[in-house]
Nanobody, 126 residues
Framework: QVQLVESGGGLVQAGGSLRLSCAAS????????MGWFRQAPGKEREFVAA????????FYADSVKGRFTISRDNAKNTLYLQMNSLKPEDTAVYYC???????????????????WGQGTQVTVSS
């Protein structure tokens, strides 16, 4: 099992920045890739970004490309999401997720992921 705990959410004005963190513990050696998703009230969970845990390759949703940066620190078993130029439509609960085994995946599909954090609220005011 892998446990994930997010932090770093909060309230920020439009145009501002936040950095989210996701600390992984447990069987971290099994992590193949990790991702960030978000869910706004009344909407489905939406893919934000993903990263290969070993190679570092990244993939972003078009809506955040150029504004958000996903990164990881393997030594600290921590995933990050740097969010710049935030917009009110970025308001959501942000979740980190992990793929627990090697394979071929469609990273934007939340059902592919094995482990999830509890989420952290991000609110962007206009």
């Amino acid at each position: 099992q892998v446990q994930l705990v997010e932090s770093g959410g909060g309230l920020v004005q439009a145009g501002g920045s936040l950095r989210l963190s996701c600390a992984a513990s447990g069987r971290t050696f099994s992590i193949y890739a990790m991702g960030w998703f978000r869910q706004a009230p009344g909407k489905e969970r939406e893919f934000v970004a993903a990263i290969s845990w070993i190679g570092g390759g990244t993939f972003y949703a078009d809506s955040v490309k150029g504004r958000f940066t996903i990164s990881r620190d393997n030594a600290k078993n921590t995933l990050y999401l740097q969010m710049n130029s935030l917009k009110p439509e970025d308001t959501a609960v942000y979740y980190c997720a992990a793929l627990g085994k090697r394979g071929s995946y469609y990273w934007p599909n939340p059902s592919e992921y094995d482990y999830w954090g509890q989420g952290t609220q991000v609110t962007v005011s206009s």
